[in-house]
């Protein structure tokens, strides 16, 4: 059958595909799909080899044009030269470079992309960008498709130990979810166990914040002193407190607000007298979205800043906020919300715990508990040796 473009118009689509051979050009015919697509094919053997070729559809070439290219083409394939067979070879070379270079991308470029393209939600997009810039800060030039197992093993121990066992374990996983969106054979298993040890008590009592306040109030004034006056003041949390701008302030009603916090409230922090008047200070002269506290870099308070006042950390400050708040009797609840905590066994494990002054007073109010309720203790004479007559 000689095909033709009426016969291409007419010919209705079966539930299978369908070929429609030409006797004029050998291999040439007219390919139909059951979706009703219409294309011009070459269906040629050459040397017990069957190759096939699409030409192009019916609305692009007529019968005339397709029949043309499907002689040129047979015509080389028989010499042995594939011209659309060279074509799709380069092709997949350039697909195969593409994907390539693109796994031979760094830890940052492909966090960033991976935010940006897949749909988060904003609380997700600011966890992982926090790992991006905490645990995996010193490796943001390491390529994805260089990572291995002993690469893995070494970097998950050195996180650990600049930061916590389970934030490691959180930065490796976020580098296997890489791994695994780029289509690179992750050498990370999907499970990290890492022997944790106990939650690590404070390193500051009472005594040590009497002296660290009367050191910040005998420090210069500027904006780290200030600022770690009042971590020390409210126990907020470091990242959150740095982030405060100067319209969360509102120094008539005597609070700021922090949006947005850990848990995913609001955190309202009531203003002591000395507060307040840190706070106003601050805030003089500055546009609504200015940081409060405004460091030497990037705008904020970094820990660097604060490191030579003492050997502490800013959290440090904040366990320390709940320990004074327990040795002056503030109720359990209060000392909860204002650490604006979710869990009761963060603030029991983590924070408030009993110190030595405090033992020492429960048992000594134990012992006037009952010396106040109770005859006095009876004293007790020595026994006396028994004398024993011996007669003769």
Request: aromatic letters at 8%; glycine letters at 4%.
């Amino acid at each position: 059958m000689k095909l033709t473009d009426k016969f291409a118009a007419t010919v209705l689509p079966t539930n299978k595909i369908t070929y429609y051979r030409d006797d004029t050009v050998r291999g040439f015919c007219l390919k139909v799909m059951p979706s009703g697509n219409k294309i011009w094919f070459l269906y040629l053997r050459v040397y017990n080899q069957l190759l096939n070729r699409s030409i192009g559809t019916t609305k692009v070439f007529d019968v005339k044009e397709a029949r043309e290219i499907a002689r040129q083409w047979a015509s080389e394939l028989i010499r042995g030269i594939d011209t659309k067979g060279d074509i799709r070879e380069r092709a997949a070379a350039e697909i195969r470079e593409r994907i390539e270079q693109s796994k031979a991308i760094s830890i940052f470029d492909a966090a960033h992309e991976y935010v940006a393209v897949i749909k988060l939600k904003p609380s997700s997009i600011k966890y992982y960008l926090k790992l991006l810039n905490s645990g995996l800060k010193p490796h943001h030039n390491v390529k994805l498709n260089t990572l291995d197992f002993d690469w893995v093993r070494v970097h998950l121990e050195i996180i650990a130990k600049r930061t916590t066992p389970l934030h490691a374990a959180k930065c490796i996983k976020f580098l296997r979810t890489l791994c695994l969106w780029k289509d690179i054979n992750s050498p990370i298993p999907a499970r990290i166990r890492m022997a944790t040890s106990k939650p690590r008590q404070a390193r500051l009592d009472p005594t040590d914040g009497v002296k660290i306040m009367a050191a910040l109030k005998a420090g210069p004034k500027t904006a780290p002193w200030l600022y770690t006056t009042v971590m020390l003041l409210t126990g907020c949390r470091t990242e959150e407190l740095s982030m405060l701008t100067v319209d969360k302030v509102d120094l008539v009603e005597g609070f700021f607000l922090l949006p947005n916090t850990k848990n995913g409230r609001d955190h309202k922090v009531y203003l002591s007298k000395e507060c307040s008047v840190i706070i106003q200070k601050l805030i003089k002269n500055k546009e609504p979205k200015a940081r409060v506290f405004e460091g030497a870099k990037e705008g904020r308070v970094s820990k660097e800043n604060l490191q030579h006042i003492g050997p502490w950390s800013n959290h440090d400050l904040r366990k320390l906020f709940a320990i004074v708040a327990t040795e002056i009797g503030i109720p359990f609840p209060v000392i909860k919300a204002a650490l604006n905590h979710s869990s009761n066994d963060v603030t029991l494990s983590h924070y408030a715990h009993a110190t030595p002054s405090q033992l020492r007073n429960c048992w000594e109010r134990i012992a006037e508990y009952y010396s106040k309720r109770s005859a006095p203790l009876a004293t007790f004479n020595e026994p006396q040796p028994t004398q024993i007559e011996v007669t003769t």
